[in-house]
């Protein structure tokens, strides 16, 4: 098993309409009383986008880590430890899409009214964060909590689907409080190419900006240093863990019937693969990208266990925080 996972190709990707969102977040910055920005647990570090502390400055903000029931819960404390000593915030740790901890926000921008009603006689809070961490889907949990309103914003599965900051909504009525979504913004300045990595694994970017075997690469990678070692190979019918990336997705091209059409197949002078006595099929058949596509989606459903991909040792915080990255190492 390797011990090391190296890569080195770095993603580049800033959608104009991401662009235009940070713009607008700083001219209309003078009317955003509070910042609640939304990162995904499972890369608590990684999905810090340093854009925002430049265009919000002290302005109050709440740090949301959400998707916390994909990410190992024992990481929790300490991230949030790390997070007040080494950049002062206020850290809460959610599930949106099953409504966990979503009141506690509603709650923060209440008090902030009521204990200051003169200086805040309404409250408008902005939602940030990287594409696909759950935004919307919070967003609308907030409005059906405090105005009790069916869902206003678009959810996807894939990065991109909020594409403009949208017109404000009411979500509570006393005090009056009003939300506005953003797009997913991406951080242009991602310092290594294994950061790359982690965000395209957790679907942050458009997966056409990552060779979806390199992302299941380096999946597979992750899982046999985990404690998810003896138990992912089951997820996907194999009977012991591999290290062979191919083997693993011609495998899961057998068992699920990813086989390309004749006309697209490519010939290569490789052996046949066997996975027993009656599997064998020649490695040109096997609809390879496919197969690494559906590997990465059973990470991101939580297949394979919860798996958090920052390192969240103290030292490994301290260097996360403090930009002492080795841009070629596993992080």
């Not at 850290?91 to 921008?109: C, E, P, Q, R």
């Not at 009056?176 to 997913?184: H, K, Q, R, S």
């Amino acid at each position: 098993m390797r011990s090391v996972f190296r890569y080195d190709k770095p993603i580049f990707w800033y959608p104009t309409h991401q662009a235009k969102a940070l713009m607008q977040l700083k001219k209309g910055i003078h009317h955003i009383d509070l910042v609640v920005e939304v990162r995904d647990t499972r890369i608590p570090f990684t999905s810090i986008n340093t854009q925002f502390d430049q265009i919000f400055g002290n302005r109050e903000r709440l740090v949301v880590y959400n998707k916390a029931d994909l990410a190992n819960p024992n990481f929790q404390r300490i991230i949030a430890e790390s997070c007040l000593k080494y950049r002062n915030e206020k850290t809460l740790f959610t599930t949106a899409s099953k409504g966990v901890n979503i009141k506690m926000i509603l709650d923060t921008a209440v008090q902030k009214c009521r204990l200051e009603p003169h200086r805040y006689p309404y409250l408008s809070m902005v939602v940030v964060g990287p594409p696909n961490v759950g935004k919307s889907t919070l967003i609308n949990q907030l409005r059906q909590l405090g105005a009790g309103k069916a869902k206003v914003t678009p959810v996807g599965k894939y990065a991109g689907v909020t594409t403009a900051i949208q017109t404000r909504v009411k979500i509570y009525d006393d005090p009056p409080i009003y939300l506005v979504d953003t797009p997913g913004i991406f951080d242009p300045h991602i310092s290594t190419p294994i950061q790359g990595l982690k965000i395209s694994l957790v679907g942050s970017t458009n997966d056409r900006l990552t060779e979806s075997v390199n992302v299941a690469d380096y999946l597979l990678f992750r899982l046999n240093q985990s404690h998810h070692k003896l138990t992912w190979p089951s997820v996907i019918g194999l009977k012991e863990p591999s290290d062979d990336i191919y083997y693993v997705l011609s495998h899961i091209c057998v068992q699920n019937k990813f086989f390309l059409p004749f006309e697209s197949r490519i010939k290569r002078m490789t052996p046949k693969i066997h996975f027993g006595p009656t599997e064998e099929h020649s490695f040109d058949q096997y609809d390879i990208d496919r197969a690494a596509q559906h590997m990465i989606e059973l990470y991101r459903e939580g297949k394979f266990g919860r798996m958090t991909l920052d390192d969240c040792s103290k030292e490994g915080i301290h260097k996360w925080l403090t930009n002492q990255q080795d841009p070629q190492l596993i992080e």
